[in-house]
Each structure stands twice: as C-alpha cells, then as structure tokens.
C-alpha cells in the first residue's frame, strides 16, 4: 500500500499525472495543465483509496475476474460419442 491504493496503481497513476500535465501545460500553458492534471490526481488517489478500503488486493480480483469467460457451454450430451480407454489387463 502507498498514499492509500495498491503501490503499482498509485505510481502509475502519479506518472500519467505528470504526462497529462506536461502535455496540456504545452498546448494550453501551465495555468490549465497544472490544475487540470492534479484534479485528475485527486480523483484517481481518491478512486484508489476507496478501491483499497473495499479490498487491499481489489486489482487482481479485478484482473482475475477479467480472465473468466462469459458462457461455459455444456458439453455433455445423451448422443455423445463415449470415449474409448485402453484397457490394462
């Protein structure tokens, strides 16, 4: 846990921060980008602490969760062909 949020969220959150800061302090100059960057820091650290309060491990119930399929199809069936087993006498 840093700052509240699992290590890895947090820090890439703080880096992508500081991207979109640079990024819009070019475009649109430093009095937008700034603020711009750290409304979205405080919002991320805040959806990370809440994540963490729930569940310290939330991500990878998360990702576990992503890895599921949707629909299991049966596969048993009354016409279905039985397999045929070597037989060790």
């Known amino acids: 846990m840093f700052m509240g949020g699992e290590r890895n969220l947090v820090l890439g959150g703080g880096f992508f921060c500081a991207y979109l ?3 819009f302090s070019l475009r649109y100059g ?3 980008g700034v603020p711009i960057a750290a409304g979205c820091w405080f919002l991320w650290i805040s ?3 809440k994540m963490a309060s729930k569940d310290p491990m939330m991500w990878q119930v998360i ?7 949707g629909y299991y199809p049966a596969r048993g069936r009354m016409n279905a062909k039985l397999r045929v ?3 060790f006498k």
């Open 21 to 23: 800061a640079f990024i």
């Open 30 to 32: 430093i009095w937008y």
């Open 47 to 49: 959806l990370m602490r």
């Open 63 to 69: 990702k576990r969760h992503r890895r599921y399929r």
């Open 85 to 87: 087993y070597k037989d």
